[in-house]
């Protein structure tokens, strides 16, 4: 199973079978997410009870998406290497296996915000990350990865807005059936490579006995959760790429990021799921790491 670092959403005519890490991709037209001038950030947590809940438009999920980068690829590149989302002015959360060093100031990546497509430097903003906060307990496991969260915290702020944040008394809100927006720069096919244009696609959170079939013990019910697409196959799905990038919903009409792309054995293949870092039981980390500053 690999960890799925870049991210994109697609269509795809012909569902292909092949082996690949996580990307997104729809089996119906191109939906991508349109350009928003990013507005002054906002907080972290929300902390409301769920009573209407809906599937997010892809341009409420934009200005807050962002992509992660080489640093060593410098301000003009345009090949993203995972994805994620603005939790605070200088706090970006992203897939903990998108970090190589577990935690201090020796990062090599870097972040883009505001920019739906790379290739326009012009606009949004390129920002170095001066340290990363890997979630304790992180671990590989096998083909997958436990508390796969990384907080990359930048050089200086964005200007995107910040993205609220599930906590564990939304779990209802989010139940088996429920309907998610995905959101990266991941490949559009299986081993295909990240894209430059950012996109999105509509999950679906499958029973978490589909995860525990597919993966066995190496699938945690307590801090993952289990997505794909069933009707009528898995031709909806995150790829190599959308490592880290956001599974949204709305929430009492404000839209709240419940989990992050994580792993899965293969993607856009009938019958096998994704599983994706469930924020809820992260959030009280989050919280205190972005308020430690």
């Excluded at 906002?42 to 341009?59: F, L």
């Excluded at 980068?69 to 970006?92: I, L």
């Excluded at 244009?197 to 499958?206: A, C, D, G, N």
């Amino acid at each position: 199973m690999v960890g799925r670092l870049a991210s994109a959403l697609a269509v795809l005519s012909t569902l292909a079978t092949a082996a690949c890490s996580v990307s997104i991709a729809a089996a119906s037209g191109v939906d991508m997410l349109a350009v928003v001038e990013p507005p002054v950030a906002t907080p972290v947590v929300v902390r409301s009870t769920p009573a209407a809940i809906a599937v997010p438009r892809p341009k409420d999920i934009l200005p807050w998406s962002a992509a992660v980068m080489a640093k060593s690829d410098g301000p003009g590149a345009e090949d993203p290497k995972c994805s994620g989302s603005v939790v605070a002015a200088q706090w970006v959360l992203t897939a903990g296996h998108c970090q190589a060093s577990a935690s201090g100031s020796g990062v090599q990546v870097a972040v883009v915000t505001g920019r739906r497509d790379l290739t326009r430097t012009h606009v949004g903003q390129y920002l170095s990350v001066d340290k990363a906060v890997r979630m304790p307990g992180w671990l590989q496991q096998g083909i997958g990865y436990r508390n796969d969260f990384t907080l990359l915290h930048l050089s200086r702020p964005t200007t995107a807005p910040a993205v609220a944040l599930a906590i564990p008394g939304m779990a209802a809100a989010f139940a088996t059936g429920s309907l998610v927006r995905a959101a990266g720069w991941g490949a559009l096919s299986p081993n295909g490579d990240p894209v430059r244009v950012v996109h999105s696609t509509t999950l679906e959170r499958l029973p978490d006995s589909v995860c525990a079939t597919e993966y066995g013990s190496v699938f945690d019910a307590r801090t993952q959760l289990c997505g794909g697409w069933r009707w009528p196959s898995m031709d909806h799905d995150t790829c190599n790429g959308d490592s880290g990038g956001p599974l949204a919903m709305t929430i009492n009409g404000r839209v709240v990021e419940v989990a992050a792309t994580s792993w899965g054995s293969t993607c856009l293949t009938e019958g096998v799921p994704g599983v994706y870092a469930d924020v809820a039981p992260a959030s009280s980390w989050i919280a205190s790491v972005v308020s430690a500053g």
